[in-house]
C-alpha cells in the first residue's frame, strides 16, 4: 500500500534539513533566538529559514539573518514547476541576494533535503553579460517606437509593438494612396529595413497583394486603421508637417 505523504507543516522540513547538515559536520539546532536552524561548524555558523513556499516573508526573513551568519540558506518543498521560468526567475532573485536554496523532497514518508546552490558573491557583470541579447532587443525596440502607445503596468491589452506601429503606418498609407510597392513605401518614411518583411509576412492579415510587388489594403487592416485611431491622428499629424 502507498504511504501517504505527511501534512506539510514548517516542521516537517527540519528533521531533512537537520540530517543534511549533520552530515556534513554541523552541530544543529532548531528555534534558537528566532531563527529556525542554526547549523554551526567550528567558528562557522549558518542560518536556515523553513518555508512551504519560497515568498517574499520568507526572502526578507532570510536576508535580515545575513548580518549574523556566514551562510544563510532558504528552505522550501520541492515544488512541481521547479524548472518553470517563475522558479527561474525565483533562483536568480536569491544569487542576487547572496542567498542559498535547500529543496526538501518525499519519497513516502521520508523526507531528505538537497542544496541546489550555496550563497556566493554575486557577479553583476557576469549577470549583465549573459543578457546582452534581451538588452540589445529592448533598445532596439524602444529605438524603433516613434509613439508611447502603452500604460506601463497595464494587462490584457494589446500592446503597440514597434513592428505593429510599423505595420499601422504602411496600413495607412495604403488608405492614403492605394496599393504600393514596398520601394514606394520606403521612400514616403516606412522603415527601410521591414517595410518589405512586414508586407511579404502579413502577420495580421492587413494586406493583399494586387500585382508583381504591389499590395493594397485589406478589410482587417481597414478595421486596424479605425480601432487604432489615435495611431493614424499621429501619422495624420506627421504628414501634414511634412508636406
Known sequence: MKQKRPTMREENLYLPVKTM????????RGEVHGCDVIAVRANELVIVELKKTLNLALVLQAANRQKMADRVYCAVPKPRNFFS???????HLLRRLELGLILISYTGRQGYAEIVFDPLPFDRAKSIGRAKKKRAHLLAEASRRSIDGNLGGSTGKKILTAYREEALHIAFLLRQHGPLSAKELKKMGTDPEKTYRTLYDNVYGWFKRTGKGVYGLAVAGEKALTEYAWVVQ????ASKSGS
Open 85 to 91: 521560468s517563475h522558479w527561474r526567475d525565483l533562483q
Open 21 to 28: 547538515l549533520e552530515a556534513k559536520g554541523f552541530s544543529v
Open 234 to 237: 499621429r501619422f495624420e499629424c
